[in-house]
T-cell receptor, first 115, second 114 residues
Framework: GESVGLHLPTLSVQEGDNSIINCAYS??????FIWYKQESGKGPQFIID?????DKRQGQRVTVLLNKTVKHLSLQIAATQPGDSAVYFC??????????????FGAGTRLAVHP | NAGVTQTPKFQVLKTGQSMTLQCAQD?????MSWYRQDPGMGLRLIHY???????DQGEVPNGYNVSRSTTEDFPLRLLSAAPSQTSVYFC?????????????FGPGTRLTVT
């Protein structure tokens, strides 16, 4: 069935390097995507979002890129810090005919930042 | 604001027991939802509500009931607990309206069914 998933389950980076977390989605009708960060023992926290009519959106140290041609989403974190260590989820909004939009999450990828 | 609060933080149930997971938010959000999180599965939507008196099913609703009598509260009931319901449960809320998709999550309830 249709799903949102991630290429890499674990990503290890050195402190100060840039991180890139990837996500593939299969529903070409999805028009909104979100990245969440989840630290151990906590609920997911919103990082950044992007609409399907955009290719790129930047936040503070984070950039989300959307490639609709290949249905690929990525989260770039600049100058990765130990506090960035967490599990990152991409999620898509799937519009439901006659109903409300639902947020569907991918499986998640763990980012480990090493000093 | 306390944001989204959930109780209890941890719970152990025996198979067949019932219980209610509590969720409350003080942000006047219309939309509230329940997710379960299992290893390697991400978060899956159980039930959601777009306002008091209105609820609907998500991806994995079987074995769970919800009600929304007030804007603030959205309890999740397990009718007859099964080991397959061992999971971490998250409640979330957000405003409704075009473009308003940022959800705020509670700290979670870790449930073990033996």
């Amino acid at each position: 069935g249709e799903s949102v998933g991630l290429h890499l389950p674990t990503l290890s980076v050195q402190e100060g390097d840039n991180s890139i977390i990837n996500c593939a989605y299969s529903n070409s009708a999805s028009d909104y995507f979100i990245w969440y960060k989840q630290e151990s023992g906590k609920g997911p926290q919103f990082i950044i979002d992007i609409r399907s009519n955009m290719d790129k959106r930047q936040g503070q140290r984070v950039t989300v890129l959307l490639n609709k041609t290949v249905k690929h989403l990525s989260l770039q974190i600049a100058a990765t810090q130990p506090g960035d260590s967490a599990v990152y989820f991409c999620a898509e909004i799937r519009a439901r005919l006659g109903g409300y939009n639902k947020l569907i999450f991918g499986a998640g990828t763990r980012l480990a930042v090493h000093p | 604001n306390a944001g989204v609060t959930q109780t209890p933080k941890f719970q152990v149930l025996k198979t067949g027991q019932s219980m209610t997971l509590q969720c409350a938010q003080d942000m006047n959000h219309e939309y509230m939802s329940w997710y379960r999180q299992d290893p390697g599965m991400g978060l899956r939507l159980i039930h959601y509500s777009v306002g008091a008196g209105i609820t609907d099913q998500g991806e994995v609703p079987n074995g769970y009931n919800v009600s929304r009598s007030t804007t603030e509260d959205f309890p999740l009931r397990l009718l007859s607990a099964a080991p397959s319901q061992t999971s971490v449960y998250f409640c979330a809320s957000r405003l409704t309206g075009t473009g308003l998709y940022e959800q705020y999550f509670g700290p979670g309830t870790r449930l073990t069914v033996t």
